[in-house]
C-alpha cells in the first residue's frame, strides 16, 4: 500500500469513528423523541378517561344507577368517533350497558388501571388491538370499566418509528457520503503539502505551500510553514552571507599574519626587524580572536547561556565605568564624552554582557566621531523601562540600512578598509536579546542615537555607586 492509500484509510477510519458516535447520538435522540411522543400520548388517554370518570361520576351520585345508564349508553353511540370502552355489570356479572361484551381477564393494577386485550369484528377491519381503562366498585355490587382503545396510540407511535428510522438512514447515507467526500478533501490539501515539502527537500527552495483562500486551519497551516520556509530562506542566504563576509575579513589578516611570520623566518633573531614582524604577527592574532570571541559572546548570548549568571546591576554604575574606560582615549582624540541623563537605576542582567554592549555602542561613536566630536552617553527609566543610550553627531546611518547593519559581518563601508570586524551591533543586539530588551537605532539630527531598551520590573528599583 503507498503512502496515499495508507493515508487515505486512516482518514477514513476516522471518519467512520466519527459517523459511529454520530449516529449513536441520533439514535439516542431518536429515542428521546419517540419516548416523549408516546408519553404525552398516553398521558392525553389518561387524562381524557379520568375525565369522562368524573362525568359519569356525578351523574351517577346524581341520578343513581338509571342515570349512569342512560350516561353510558349516549356514550356508547359516540364510541365509534371518541374510541371510549364502557362496561357495567350488574353483581350478577350481567352487562348493564357499554359496549364490551365481557370484563377482561387481566387484573388491574394498585390504582385500578388495567390494558386488555381487544378483538374487533370484522365491519370494524378486525384485527387484535389492545384497551387501557380504570375499574371502580360501586355501591349494590355494581362495577364500572370506563376506558379506551389505544389503537391510534399505536398507529402514531408506529408511523414515529417509521419516519425515525428512515430519517437514521438518511442521515446515515449523507454523513457516509459527506465523510467520503471530506476524506477526500482532507487528502488532497494534505497531499498538496507532502508534495511541496517533497519538492523543497529536493533542493527547491522557493516552492511554497499554496493557499486555497478559505481562511480554515489548513491555510492557518500553509501561512506558518510559509513563513518557516522564508525564515529559513533569510537565514540560509544570512548564512552564506557570513561565510563571505568571515572570508572576506579573515583572510587578509591571516595572510598578513603569514607573511609576517615568514619575514621573521629570514630575519636575524637579534634584529630590529625580527622583534617588528613578530609584534605584527601578534596584532594579526590579537584580531582573529577579537572576532572569534565576538562570534562566541552572540552565540552564548543567542542561546540565553549567561542566564544562571543574571544578579542585579547598577545601570548608573555601569555608564560611569565604561566613561571611565574612555575617557582617556576620547580626550586623546579630542572628543568631548558628555554623560547625560544619568538616573539611579538597577536591573537583573549579566552585567559582564551589558558592559560590552556599551563598550561596543562607545566603539561605534568614537569611530564615526572626528576631532572635535561631541559623544553622550546616559541612562534613565521610562515607562518600566531602562533606557541605556549612547549618540553621536556623525554621519548616522540611513533609516533603510539600519535593520542590515545589525546582522553579522555587515558594514555599510563596502571596501572595508575601516578596522572592525562588523560584530559589535550584533552582539549589542543580541544581548538585548538576553535581556528580554531592544536595540533602537535612530536619527540624532546629526548623527546616530543607539537605545538598549531593557525593560525594569516594579521590584526593580534605583540604585547609586
Given at each position: 500500500?503507498?503512502?496515499?492509500?495508507?493515508?487515505?484509510?486512516?482518514?477514513?477510519?476516522?471518519?467512520?469513528?466519527?459517523?459511529?458516535?454520530?449516529?449513536?447520538?441520533?439514535?439516542?435522540?431518536?429515542?428521546?423523541?419517540?419516548?416523549?411522543?408516546?408519553?404525552?400520548?398516553?398521558?392525553?388517554?389518561?387524562?381524557?378517561?379520568?375525565?369522562?370518570?368524573?362525568?359519569?361520576?356525578?351523574?351517577?351520585?346524581?341520578?343513581?344507577?338509571?342515570?349512569?345508564?342512560?350516561?353510558?349508553?349516549?356514550?356508547?353511540?359516540?364510541?365509534?368517533?371518541?374510541?371510549?370502552?364502557y362496561l357495567l355489570m350488574g353483581p350478577d356479572n350481567r352487562v348493564l350497558a357499554g359496549n364490551l361484551s365481557r370484563w377482561p381477564d387481566e387484573p388491574a393494577d394498585s390504582e385500578g388501571w388495567l390494558t386488555f386485550r381487544l378483538e374487533f369484528p370484522e365491519v370494524e377491519g378486525g384485527g387484535v388491538n389492545f384497551g387501557r381503562a380504570r375499574t371502580f366498585n360501586l355501591r349494590g355490587g355494581l362495577r364500572?370499566?370506563?376506558?379506551?382503545?389505544?389503537?391510534?396510540?399505536?398507529r402514531v407511535a408506529v408511523l414515529i418509528r417509521e419516519i425515525l428510522a428512515w430519517s437514521l438512514l438518511a442521515i446515515f447515507g449523507i454523513s457516509l457520503l459527506g465523510g467520503l467526500l471530506m476524506s477526500r478533501v482532507l487528502l488532497g490539501r494534505i497531499e498538496t503539502i507532502n508534495r511541496t515539502s517533497r519538492d523543497i527537500m529536493a533542493g527547491d527552495l522557493t516552492r511554497?505551500?499554496?493557499?486555497?483562500?478559505?481562511?480554515?486551519?489548513?491555510?492557518?497551516?500553509?501561512?506558518?510553514?510559509?513563513?518557516?520556509?522564508?525564515?529559513?530562506?533569510?537565514?540560509l542566504g544570512g548564512m552564506r552571507?557570513?561565510?563571505?563576509?568571515?572570508?572576506?575579513?579573515?583572510?587578509?589578516?591571516?595572510?598578513?599574519?603569514?607573511?609576517?611570520?615568514?619575514?621573521?623566518?629570514?630575519?636575524?633573531?637579534?634584529?630590529?626587524g625580527y622583534r617588528d614582524a613578530i609584534a605584527k604577527a601578534?596584532?594579526?592574532?590579537?584580531?582573529?580572536?577579537?572576532?572569534?570571541?565576538?562570534?562566541?559572546?552572540?552565540?552564548?548570548a543567542e542561546a540565553g547561556a549567561s542566564r544562571d549568571r543574571f544578579a542585579s546591576v547598577d545601570l548608573q554604575d555601569l555608564i560611569q565605568d565604561v566613561v571611565e574606560l574612555y575617557d582617556p582615549l576620547t580626550e586623546e582624540l579630542?572628543?568631548?564624552?558628555?554623560?547625560?541623563?544619568?538616573?539611579?537605576?538597577?536591573?537583573?542582567?549579566?552585567r559582564d554582557l551589558l558592559f560590552q554592549a556599551l563598550v561596543n555602542l562607545l566603539d561605534n561613536a568614537i569611530k564615526f566621531s572626528g576631532a572635535g566630536g561631541r559623544i553622550e552617553i546616559g541612562v534613565e527609566r521610562q515607562d518600566g523601562t531602562a533606557i541605556l543610550s549612547v549618540s553621536d553627531r556623525g554621519p548616522g546611518i540611513p533609516e533603510d540600512q539600519r535593520e542590515e547593519v545589525l546582522k553579522r559581518f555587515v558594514r555599510?563601508?563596502?571596501?572595508?578598509?575601516?578596522?572592525?570586524?562588523?560584530?559589535?551591533?550584533?552582539?549589542?543586539?543580541?544581548?538585548?536579546?538576553?535581556?528580554?530588551?531592544?536595540?533602537?537605532?535612530?536619527?540624532?539630527?546629526?548623527?546616530?542615537?543607539?537605545?538598549?531598551?531593557?525593560?525594569?520590573?516594579p521590584s526593580e528599583g534605583g540604585g547609586s555607586r
Open positions: 500500500m503507498n503512502r496515499a492509500s495508507l493515508l487515505q484509510s486512516r482518514i477514513f477510519r476516522l471518519v467512520l469513528v466519527y459517523l459511529c458516535f454520530f449516529t449513536l447520538a441520533v439514535l439516542l435522540l431518536t429515542g428521546a423523541i419517540f419516548w416523549a411522543t408516546s408519553s404525552s400520548v398516553s398521558r392525553q388517554t389518561d387524562s381524557t378517561i379520568d375525565a369522562e370518570i368524573r362525568g359519569l361520576a356525578e351523574q351517577f351520585s346524581q341520578r343513581g344507577t338509571p342515570g349512569l345508564i342512560a350516561a353510558l349508553q349516549r356514550r356508547t353511540v359516540a364510541a365509534a368517533q371518541t374510541r371510549g370502552l364500572l370499566l370506563v376506558g379506551h382503545d389505544v389503537r391510534e396510540r399505536d511554497r505551500v499554496p493557499v486555497s483562500g478559505r481562511e480554515d486551519e489548513f491555510d492557518q497551516l500553509a501561512k506558518n510553514l510559509n513563513a518557516m520556509l522564508d525564515q529559513i530562506e533569510r537565514l552571507q557570513v561565510s563571505d563576509n568571515i572570508a572576506h575579513d579573515l583572510r587578509s589578516p591571516l595572510a598578513r599574519l603569514r607573511s609576517g611570520l615568514e619575514l621573521a623566518l629570514i630575519e636575524d633573531p637579534g634584529s630590529d601578534i596584532r594579526e592574532a590579537d584580531s582573529l580572536l577579537k572576532t572569534f570571541t565576538a562570534l562566541l559572546s552572540i552565540a552564548q579630542g572628543i568631548t564624552l558628555e554623560v547625560r541623563p544619568l538616573q539611579a537605576v538597577r536591573r537583573t542582567g549579566d555599510l563601508e563596502q571596501s572595508r578598509s575601516t578596522s572592525g570586524s562588523g560584530l559589535g551591533l550584533s552582539l549589542v543586539q543580541a544581548v538585548a536579546h538576553l535581556h528580554d530588551g531592544e536595540l533602537l537605532l535612530e536619527d540624532n539630527a546629526p548623527g546616530l542615537r543607539a537605545s538598549l531598551r531593557l525593560p525594569v520590573g
